[in-house]
């Protein structure tokens, strides 16, 4: 089971990325947003 440990960092590392640009975006706007 050693390719579960690569896979788990990259599934992460993703995440990471997705929850970060998301966020930033979220700031960028600060308008009429609800």
């Known amino acids: 089971m050693n ?3 690569p896979l788990l960092a ?3 590392t993703m995440s ?3 929850l970060y640009a998301m966020v930033r975006q979220n ?3 600060s308008g009429p947003t609800e």
Do not use: D, M, Q, S
């Open 27 to 29: 700031f960028g706007r």
């Open 16 to 18: 990471l990325f997705v």
């Open 3 to 5: 390719y579960i440990f």
């Open 10 to 12: 990259v599934a992460i």
